[in-house]
């Protein structure tokens, strides 16, 4: 099946810092979802991008789907951002979702 | 609009017990997904419903099961549960495939 590969594993940041975190995925995606998941479990759609680039405020993500690699960048990092950062993929062959091991972000104030 | 629903957001149950979870999705959605997460396995997709009819299934064994309405709600059982069961478990609700998906709170389950 489709392997999905988040980079870095653990991110530390001084408050107000950028960081750009990296998914590359091993076959044609049909959806490629960006999710924060808190403290307490919750998993938050951050964006749908199965190619393009879009922004949301602080954040922003790109997806270059020829060549199979999705970014998240987020700046002006703030206490709140702390949490584990997952990028999801549907395969076009499988049509399930596959996680990958995430992001765990911590922001220090 | 209402999000994904899950009840009960929490349960704790014995070994060789079993236990059913709900989901409701989001008004409008047909599909509904389900996940496992662990510390040591990540978030694993265990099975999708569309139309009532399972549409895909993942790697795990026949213990776990579900079904789909017609209102499109959901139900997840998980027959002669053991301790590796213990899992917070995530419903997501979508239009249909390459849809983005929406999740709901989750349900922990815990086994003593």
């Known amino acids: 099946g489709i392997q999905v590969e988040q980079s870095p594993p653990d991110l530390i940041l001084q408050e107000g810092a950028n960081s750009t975190l990296r998914c590359n995925f091993s076959?044609?995606?049909?959806?490629l979802q960006w999710f924060h998941q808190n403290p307490w479990g919750q998993l938050i759609n951050l964006f749908y991008i199965p190619s393009g680039t879009k922004q949301n405020g602080r954040l922003s993500a790109t997806t270059v789907a020829t060549e199979r690699y999705s970014l998240l960048y987020i700046s002006s990092s703030q206490t709140t951002d702390s949490g584990v950062y997952f990028c999801a993929v549907e395969s076009q062959v499988q049509g399930d979702m596959r996680f990958g091991a995430g992001t765990r972000l911590t922001v220090k104030p | 609009k209402a999000g994904v629903t899950q009840t009960p957001r929490y349960l704790i149950k014995t070994r060789g017990q079993q236990v059913t979870l709900s989901c409701s999705p989001i008004s409008g959605h047909r599909s509904v997904s389900w996940y496992q997460q662990t510390p040591g396995q990540g978030l694993q997709f265990l099975f999708e419903y569309f139309s009532e009819t399972q549409r895909n299934k993942g790697n795990f064994p026949g213990r776990f099961s579900g079904r789909q309405f017609s209102n499109s709600r959901s139900e997840m059982n998980v027959s002669t549960l053991e301790l590796g069961d213990s899992a917070l478990y995530l419903c997501?609700?979508?239009f249909g495939g390459g849809q983005p998906q929406h999740f709901g709170d989750g349900t922990r389950l815990s086994i003593l």
């Open positions: 076959d044609s995606v049909n959806n």
């Open positions: 997501a609700s979508s």
